[in-house]
């Protein structure tokens, strides 16, 4: 069974920084992509971010580039998604996702396998 559990959601103000982690169990855990998405209340859920299992490629929803990066702790099983210069509009649900293997649907939206519980993040004026 994998689990993935979230963390360091929390209330910031605009303009500031909170740093996610995502930790990954599981005996049979062996991911190619991990990935963040979010969920705002009354709006579906959005891509954020997306990286390799091996660290290498990364890419991002145009609402964050420049503004989050995404990195991952191989030895801990962690992922993580440092926010900076949050906005107003970054307030909603973070969830991490996880996938076997690279694969997508026919609008070519990435396949996830595995979800988190998701953590709030909460920006204020």
């Known amino acids: 069974q994998v689990q993935l559990v979230e963390s360091g959601g929390g209330l910031v103000q605009a303009g500031g920084s909170l740093r996610l982690s995502c930790a990954a169990s599981g005996r049979t855990f062996s991911p190619d992509i991990m990935g963040w998405f979010r969920q705002a209340p009354g709006k579906e859920r959005e891509f954020v971010a997306v990286i390799r299992w091996n660290g290498g490629t990364t890419n991002f929803a145009d609402s964050v580039k420049g503004r989050f990066t995404i990195s991952i702790d191989n030895a801990k099983n962690t992922v993580y998604l440092q926010m900076n210069s949050l906005k107003l509009e970054d307030t909603a649900g973070y969830y991490c996702?996880?996938?076997?293997?690279?694969?997508?649907?026919?609008?070519?939206?990435?396949?996830?396998?595995?979800w988190g519980q998701g953590t709030q993040v909460t920006v204020s004026s």
């Open positions: 996702a996880a996938a076997r293997s690279i694969r997508a649907t026919t609008r070519g939206e990435l396949i996830f396998d595995y």
